[in-house]
């Protein structure tokens, strides 16, 4: 189903790949995925959220990298990291709903990693108590991801960011 809606007039955060974004404050975390996936963690009970831009693998010439062990313990790291902030600023894990939004290039070459990556991504919140929601679209260039902070409303967009237009929501998962 597709809805549309405008967005908030709220503060806006951009979330750069490999980095992540967390407040108790109302604003927008931004993140333009492109054979990545945005981890977008939101406590409703305290009003925080957060958001990740994890990358499957490097590439070049729209080919990946090997995905090694290294580059898999370094995204555990970041999880780790991301989830920490998350309690910091008053987040409670069993509270937690983690929405998975990924961007796989219709190229062959990146099923694999891109479902490598999620399926870690899934393990590490194995035991939350709401089950993880996954969505992995394809589409050419790739997507953007807004989720408000402090109500955990996400907004799914074929649309760049860099656009000045405003934003109609292709699908909202709030």
Known sequence: ?????????LPQLIVEPDAFRVA????????ELHAAVAVCVHDDTQG?????????VATSNDQP??????????DLLLMDRFCKELRKIGARKQSWRVNLISHTPESAHMDAPAATVLDLLKAYFADSRRPVECQDLRRTP???????????????????????????????VG
């Open 142 to 172: 790739g997507l953007s991801v807004r989720l408000e902070s402090r109500e955990g409303r996400i907004w799914v967009s074929g649309r760049p960011l860099t656009s000045s237009k405003p934003v109609a929501a292709l699908a909202d």
């Open 24 to 31: 108790r404050e109302n604003s927008l975390l931004l993140s």
């Open 1 to 9: 189903m597709i809805v549309t809606r405008m967005l908030p007039a």
């Open 65 to 74: 990298i090997d995905l090694t062990d290294n580059t898999l313990s370094s």
């Open 48 to 56: 925080v959220g957060g958001l990740l831009h994890l990358r499957y």
